[in-house]
């Protein structure tokens, strides 16, 4: 089973803080993605990465950067938190190259209350 | 740009009975995939169903199925014999591949099932 999991289910934060939240990936998956989860306005892409050392901006990527110093863990930075950064975030990874790759798996989320 | 409508933000069922969640999208692009993601309750997102684009017979898993009707860009969800399991936050998403694999979602349809 292919497993991704986040560093932390729950985090609490004060305005200002520099925010780092952490997944891995076990199944040596090439793209990774960092999403953002919000009641009614459903999950918005922050930031991709396709290998190594390489990102890419999605929707939403003020506010965040990210980094990916190995291939299993991609990591998303908020460089200081704002209340407006309160939300669900959601990693997920997918392979490439063999059929039904595109399927993303995701990790559990974490939970950020900024304060 | 590539949206994803679904215009049921809640739905409710009785037990045994069969659902159908919409969704609609828009893109220009020719090669795409389609997804149905399920979020039980405070639980991890898992795909439920997926469809490629260039294949006519609509996807099916189990209780799940799908119609998909690509003139009419629209891609619903049928669920047969619905079980108290199936009580989720659905989710409609949308891939072109030669944008990094990012999933383009829809807002969510919550779905109930009721005794």
């Known amino acids: 089973d292919v497993k991704v999991t986040q560093s932390s289910r729950y985090l609490v934060k004060r305005t200002g803080e520099k925010v780092f939240l952490e997944c891995v990936q076990d199944m040596d998956h090439e793209n990774m993605f960092w999403y953002r989860q919000d009641p009614g306005l459903g999950l918005r892409l922050i930031y991709f990465s396709y290998d190594v050392k390489m990102k890419e901006k999605g929707d939403i990527p003020e506010g965040y950067s990210v980094s990916r110093e190995k291939k299993e863990r991609f990591s998303l930075i908020l460089e200081s938190a704002s209340t407006n950064q309160t939300s669900m975030y959601l990693c997920?990874?997918?392979?490439?190259?063999?059929?039904?790759?595109?399927?993303?798996?995701f990790g559990p989320g974490t939970r950020l209350l900024v304060l | 740009a590539q949206t994803v409508t679904q215009s049921q933000p809640e739905m409710s069922v009785q037990e045994a009975e069969t659902v159908t969640l919409s969704c609609t999208y828009d893109?220009?692009?020719?090669?795409?995939?389609l997804f149905w993601y399920k979020q039980p309750p405070s639980r991890q997102m898992i795909l439920v169903i997926r469809q490629e684009a260039y294949k006519q017979q609509n996807a099916t898993e189990n209780r799940f199925s799908v119609n998909f009707q690509k003139a009419a860009k629209s891609f619903s969800l049928k669920i047969s014999d619905s079980q108290l399991g199936d009580t989720a936050m659905y989710f409609c998403a949308f891939m072109v591949p030669n944008s990094g694999y990012a999933l383009n979602f829809g807002k969510g349809t919550s779905l109930l099932v009721t005794p």
């Open positions: 893109t220009s692009e020719n090669n795409y995939y």
């Open positions: 997920a990874s997918t392979t490439l190259g063999v059929i039904g790759a595109e399927t993303q798996y």
